[in-house]
């Protein structure tokens, strides 16, 4: 298995937890204490309720394929990894994210198949990335 | 009850340039082309435009082959004396600028309103394929974008592959359905002299084409060009003037209720042009079937598809089935769809095929490829979180 391109992304102090996270292979993503919701994109205000109450939470990382696609056709360092998948993942939490995923085989890939996250480096971080959860031992 | 304004809004004149792949031509002077040419189709002189409007506009979204020249380009070439302009990216999808226009005119800021859309992404891309955002996929990303492009998800392609997967699993859709959508564009563009290509294409050619971004083949992808396409919008006072038939605006679709994002959208069998489709129909007593025909955007085949569900022309999730065989959608069909050749066969011109389309059907000037008695046509553009969409009539 090649591993895909990497982009480094421009860490913001606003977003500074979820990258933090990242780099030691969790998955942390704001929640509003006032009702719950999970804030996706991160923000520090809750879109649902407007608090802004917003605490940055560890989640499972475990979610399901909503769609995907295979991507046989890329511009630069990603022609060279063709076919990939992309896919968005719905977290178990309920955040859709979009995502690749590593590891499958493509002819099996389905939607609604279980994925576990993997997190590979991307300079001082790293980005979330699934694979399908058979394949890594979760079931 | 007040009219909604656009009913104070008529299409007075169109206008296109040369339009074709690699003519190497400078977006400015392709818009003057089309400029002219419109300003004269409306029997109007420059000196009679005080109104002008682009979409996206010189800031709007990267480099000019795809923004075509921002307004005081155009102006200072043309030596305009304005009341009014504008341009952004920032709106109800490509028809941003021709609403804005609209409002304009309803409102008394102009009377006459110029109104182009150019491209020259043929020439742009040069030998090197189609780029999308951050195509090289090695800078840094800051913003919205470092939740895609870490994921070489560059390119719109990707964007609209997974809502039709989504579709393909929530409602049995086939690529042999979508390929209608390309297959009818290319029976029409035949018949379409300005169309860039026009040769058949078959099921077989179709089914067996290289893929780009599962389920979306090539032959699902539009065709870069170069071009524009120009109009004017005036007060319907001078509709009696007019050299040629007044195209009516009868409604506009604006709404956009969901989250603005390809990925946050609620549930990816639907799209923006939900919220617009059913707008445009609060705003009017025209219904679906009084459509004699639809101008809806192809930017991809599957956004066709999504706009065909949107506007009622069928139900949610059965889009597909619609178009099993073509014959629905075929120029003697119940709704002739797209009967350019679309951006899929005629050249992507970027929301503005759609409409120029429109005006030409409701003006009876299709030639080979008119839809007898054509008297309400739809001409709907964008996908995703971004649409817009007018209903016109004779
Ligand atoms: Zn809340």
Sequence with gaps: MTDLPVVVPDVTADVLPFWDGAATDRLVIPRCRDCATFVWYPRAMCPECHSVDVAWVEVSGGGTIYSFTISHRAAGAWADHVPYVIAYVELDEGPRVLTNIVGADLDALRIGDPVTPVFHAAGATKVLRFTPASRAGGG | ?394
């Design chain 2, 1 to 394: 009850m007040e009219q909604p304004f656009e009913r104070r809004v008529i299409v007075s004149g169109i206008g296109e340039s040369q339009i074709g792949r690699r003519l190497h031509r400078t977006p400015l002077d392709l818009t003057l082309e089309a400029s002219l040419a419109a300003i004269s189709d409306a029997g109007l002189t420059v000196a009679d435009i005080d109104g002008l409007a682009t979409y996206p506009g010189s800031l709007g979204m990267g480099s000019e082959a795809a923004t075509g020249p921002g307004t005081p380009a155009v102006q200072d070439a043309l030596r305009l004396n304005l009341s009014w302009h504008t341009a952004t990216s920032e709106g109800p999808a490509q028809v941003a600028a021709v609403v804005s226009a609209c409002l304009a005119v309803a409102a008394g800021l102009a009377r006459h309103v110029l109104i182009y859309r150019t491209v020259t992404e043929s020439s742009g891309q040069g030998d090197g394929g189609r780029k999308g955002l951050g195509g090289d996929g090695s800078a840094q990303v800051e913003g919205w974008l470092q939740y895609l492009v870490p994921f070489g998800a560059h390119s719109a392609a990707n964007w609209v592959a997974q809502y039709a997967q989504r579709h393909f699993h929530e409602f049995g859709t086939t690529r042999e359905q979508l390929a209608q959508v390309a297959l009818t564009g290319r029976r029409n563009a035949a018949l379409n002299p300005s169309a860039v290509y026009r040769t058949p294409l078959t099921i077989d050619d179709y089914i067996t084409s290289r893929m780009i971004s599962t389920p979306l083949c090539l032959y699902d992808c539009d065709v870069p060009v170069d071009g524009s396409l120009a109009f004017v919008v005036s007060h319907v006072d001078v509709a009696p003037d007019l050299p040629k038939p007044a195209v009516r605006i009868n409604a506009v679709g604006t709404a956009q209720r969901g989250r603005p994002s390809w990925d946050q959208w609620s549930d990816l069998v639907t799209m923006a042009g939900r919220d617009a489709a059913a707008h445009l129909w609060t705003r009017t007593d025209l219904r679906p079937s009084d459509v004699d025909v639809a101008q809806l955007y192809d930017g991809f085949s599957f956004l066709t598809l999504m706009w065909l569900e949107a506007l009622g022309f069928c139900g949610r999730g059965e889009s597909g089935p619609f178009l099993e065989g073509g014959h629905r959608i075929a120029l003697d069909g119940q709704l002739p769809l797209n009967t350019s050749g679309g951006q899929l066969s005629a050249g992507r011109l970027h929301g503005y095929l759609q409409l120029h389309e429109a005006v030409v059907q409701l003006r009876g000037d299709a030639g080979a490829r008119q839809v007898a008695g054509a008297e309400v046509a739809v001409a709907a553009s964008g996908g995703g979180p971004l649409a817009g969409v007018l209903l016109l009539t004779k």
